[in-house]
């Protein structure tokens, strides 16, 4: 029973010890003026970058809006996933990050900067998107070109083929 429990921590300390971000290149705030819009009357979200916020509602595609948090383990696995995604599709559908529940912006913009997060970053100080996303994170919407909500994926992708596979079902990317 002492072997069994020892394993059983010295798995926990394993996993914890990992942060998922050997293999992500710096990243860096980018700014969302960039992000295909419409005028919109709805509340806007800030941009980490600075600048005019932009109401979800607003956003044209093809984009990816992934909903997601620093202290979110399986966001930040599918971190690396969606850059190698971005890396083959970024000319062709735009992917806008909002970060939910966090301390600060200036924790979000740290954690960009060390987890190669390059594309926007809109920032829910007040938690509004909570009605339309959920509770849960990662989650991950394709809206069209008329800003339609086509697919929404919930939980983390398992790969980046998953990603480019749901991109050309729902997006047509090619």
Request: aromatic share 8%.
């Given at each position: 029973m002492k072997k069994f429990l020892l394993l059983v921590s010295i798995a926990v300390l394993l996993s914890g010890c990992s942060s998922g971000s050997s293999s992500l290149s710096p990243g860096k705030v980018v700014g969302c003026q960039d992000i295909n819009?419409?005028?919109?009357?709805?509340?806007?979200?800030?941009?980490?970058?600075?600048?005019?916020?932009?109401?979800?509602?607003?956003?044209?595609?093809?984009?990816?809006?992934?909903?997601?948090?620093?202290?979110?383990?399986?966001?930040?696995?599918?971190?690396?996933?969606?850059?190698?995604?971005?890396?083959?599709?970024?000319?062709?559908?735009?992917?806008?990050?909002?970060?939910?529940?966090?301390?600060?912006?200036?924790?979000?913009?740290?954690?960009?900067?060390?987890?190669?997060?390059?594309?926007?970053?809109?920032?829910?100080?007040?938690?509004?998107?909570?009605?339309?996303?959920?509770?849960?994170?990662?989650?991950t919407w394709f809206i069209d070109s008329t800003g339609a909500v086509v697919h929404k994926h919930i939980g983390p992708f398992a790969s980046a083929a998953d990603i480019e596979k749901a991109s050309k079902k729902y997006l047509g990317t090619r």
């Amino acid at each position: 029973m002492k072997k069994f429990l020892l394993l059983v921590s010295i798995a926990v300390l394993l996993s914890g010890c990992s942060s998922g971000s050997s293999s992500l290149s710096p990243g860096k705030v980018v700014g969302c003026q960039d992000i295909n819009i419409v005028s919109s009357k709805a509340p806007p979200l800030e941009c980490l970058a600075g600048g005019a916020g932009i109401s979800v509602d607003a956003i044209r595609g093809p984009a990816l809006i992934n909903v997601w948090g620093t202290w979110c383990y399986p966001c930040k696995k599918e971190l690396p996933l969606l850059s190698e995604f971005m890396s083959k599709y970024g000319d062709q559908v735009q992917l806008i990050g909002i970060a939910v529940e966090e301390k600060s912006q200036s924790s979000v913009r740290k954690f960009v900067k060390t987890h190669g997060i390059t594309w926007p970053i809109l920032y829910d100080v007040k938690g509004s998107t909570r009605p339309l996303f959920g509770m849960g994170v990662p989650v991950t919407w394709f809206i069209d070109s008329t800003g339609a909500v086509v697919h929404k994926h919930i939980g983390p992708f398992a790969s980046a083929a998953d990603i480019e596979k749901a991109s050309k079902k729902y997006l047509g990317t090619r």
